[in-house]
């Protein structure tokens, strides 16, 4: 049987586009070298967020985000959905001032946010320590279970006719695809949708690896009402260079919290580094205080696929014909899994995608025209 697109990998991008293309009626074949959804898909948070660093980023999250809302609407319990919304704290007047910014700029994309002074703070979230400034909650904002919903978005496409084969990619060739095994495997297009791992299929791509650590709690329901995220946590996850913490704090809907974030540039072991952790959890400690008398169960680490500007490639390999991309997605890769796939099925079978695409084109990097 002809296979129209062969995709690299069954982490949450790999399935949605699996699930995007076969609803499109293509002959879809998935190849995972391990279990669905096991890669830094199982390590992320599941926040799906609006950022607005830039206004691709916005474009992009915002559009994703409604499409989570539209895939749950149904039944938000199978996705562990839970619109808990998120709270950016500002600690300072300079922060309070980045928070307004923000609100601004969400508010004029029509997503609903509103303005928290100290006292309205301090009443959302009564652990916080005192003398923060105010904050900014963006109501639709929500939190998934990764892992499920990469499973629950590739069992959908198998039923639309997609196949997943257990396999490890070696190299694309002019055909498709050669496997670890010394099979070869046809297809009209390959999607490279490996995250981090994408670079070793191909190395020219403008990808390095952020190393992040999270820690799991036991159950605490009701402590925290919304996934709370520091306003410096965007500084945090734009340094160019070295390791950084964010105070990163979600209730789970279980009454878990997981507690991070953690980013390390270029470190592919995934071993937990005691040091970073500690450092990551005094900083959250530092927000939350009561943090230091739970119990936390598990703590782990992920790679994510960092691109050189911050934006996904999601389309065709300039140079490399029947090449696609849909890699890069960094530390946004739930929230913006839906989107990618509309956007690169969009392109693939040749009809207007719902936002512009230039932004996330992989030819805008110079290095992947040569
Ligand atoms: C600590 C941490 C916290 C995060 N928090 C959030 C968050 O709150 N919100 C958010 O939106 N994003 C978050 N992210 C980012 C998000 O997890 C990723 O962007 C997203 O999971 C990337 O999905 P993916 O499918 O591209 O990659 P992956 O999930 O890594 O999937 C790639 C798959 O390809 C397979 N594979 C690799 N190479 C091959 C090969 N050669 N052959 C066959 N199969 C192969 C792997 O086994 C894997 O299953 C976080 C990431 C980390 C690390």
Not at 18 to 36: F, I, K, P, S, T
Not at 265 to 286: C, G, N, Q, W, Y
Not at 293 to 321: E, F, K, Q, V
Not at 323 to 338: F, N, Q, R
Request: charged share 15%.
């Amino acid at each position: 049987m002809t296979i129209d697109v062969l995709i690299v990998g069954a982490g949450i991008i790999g399935a949605a586009c699996a699930d995007a293309l076969a609803a499109e009626g293509l002959a879809v074949m998935v190849v995972e070298r391990e279990a669905v959804g096991s890669g830094a898909t199982a390590a992320g948070m599941g926040h799906l967020v609006v950022m607005d660093d830039n206004p691709a980023e916005l474009a992009l999250t915002s559009y994703s985000v409604a499409l989570w809302r539209q895939l749950v609407a149904t039944d938000p319990r199978r996705h562990e959905y839970s619109r808990c919304g998120t709270l950016w704290i500002a600690a300072d007047d300079e922060e309070m001032a980045v928070a307004r910014e923000k609100q601004h700029t969400l508010s004029e994309h029509g997503i609903a946010c509103e303005m928290l002074d100290a006292a309205s703070l301090y009443a959302c979230e009564p652990q916080l320590r005192p003398g923060l400034r105010g904050g900014l909650r963006v109501n639709a904002d929500a939190v998934v279970y990764p892992p499920k919903s990469a499973a629950l978005l590739l069992a959908r496409a198998q039923s639309r006719g997609a196949r997943l084969c257990s396999g490890q990619v070696i190299a694309i060739n002019d055909n498709g695809v050669l496997l670890a095994d010394g099979s070869e495997i046809h297809a009209s297009k390959v999607l490279v949708a490996n995250g981090s791992a994408s670079v070793q299929l191909l190395p020219e791509l403008p990808i390095r690896h952020k190393k992040g650590h999270i820690v799991i709690t036991d159950r605490y329901p009701g402590m925290i009402n919304h996934q709370l995220v520091e306003l410096g946590y965007i500084k945090s996850a734009h340094a160019a260079d070295g390791d950084s913490v964010a105070f990163n704090l979600q209730p789970r809907p279980t009454g878990q919290l997981l507690i991070g974030s953690s980013r390390q540039f270029d470190v592919t072991d995934k071993t937990v580094e005691p040091a970073i952790l500690a450092r990551m959890l005094a900083h959250a400690a530092s927000f939350v205080p009561a943090l230091t008398n739970l119990h936390a169960l598990r703590c782990w680490t992920g790679l994510r696929a960092a691109s050189s500007d911050g934006l996904p490639l999601i389309g065709p390999h300039p140079s490399r014909p029947n090449v696609w991309l849909a890699t890069g997605h960094e530390g946004l890769g739930i929230t913006t899994s839906l989107a990618t796939a509309q956007l690169l099925c969009a392109q693939i079978v040749g009809q207007q995608s719902k936002i512009p695409i230039a932004p996330y084109l992989p030819a805008r990097f110079e290095q992947l025209r040569n």
